[in-house]
Nanobody
Framework: QVQLVESGGGLVQPGGSLRLSCAAS????????MGWYRQAPGKQRELVAT???????NYGDSVKGRFTISGDNAKNTVSLQMNSLRPEDTAVYYC???????????????WGQGTQVTVSS
């Protein structure tokens, strides 16, 4: 019912920048929030950044001041601008959306397939 498609991952040198984008499609009533999580090999999935439909943002401590999340409610998209990238930012980045399929159904999370970000010289 809901598909999240990510784009923009790749290989970048330390100190460089990348921009990730995610678009939600399908049949649903509303999206309450969208965001990004990441998982490095051997580590748990962790919060990168989220943004609500009202524009409130939340960032993981390790990315504050370097990453910026933005969203477009009309297009059901979310983007993540990543600056001053470090090798420790290397991970698979997953798009997430909290979606209400019907007005009465409550929200549930949906996930994209993930996009690899590698920071290396």
């Amino acid at each position: 019912q809901v598909q999240l498609v990510e784009s923009g991952g790749g290989l970048v040198q330390p100190g460089g920048s990348l921009r990730l984008s995610c678009a939600a499609s399908g049949s649903f009533f509303s999206i309450n929030a969208m965001g990004w999580y990441r998982q490095a090999p051997g580590k748990q999935r962790e919060l990168v950044a989220t943004i609500t439909s009202g524009g409130s943002t939340n960032y993981g401590d390790s990315v504050k001041g370097r990453f910026t999340i933005s969203g477009d409610n009309a297009k059901n998209t979310v983007s993540l601008q990543m600056n001053s990238l470090r090798p420790e930012d290397t991970a698979v980045y997953y798009c997430n959306a909290d979606v209400e399929i019907y007005p009465w159904s409550g929200q549930r999370p949906y996930w994209g397939q993930g996009t690899q970000v590698t920071v290396s010289s």
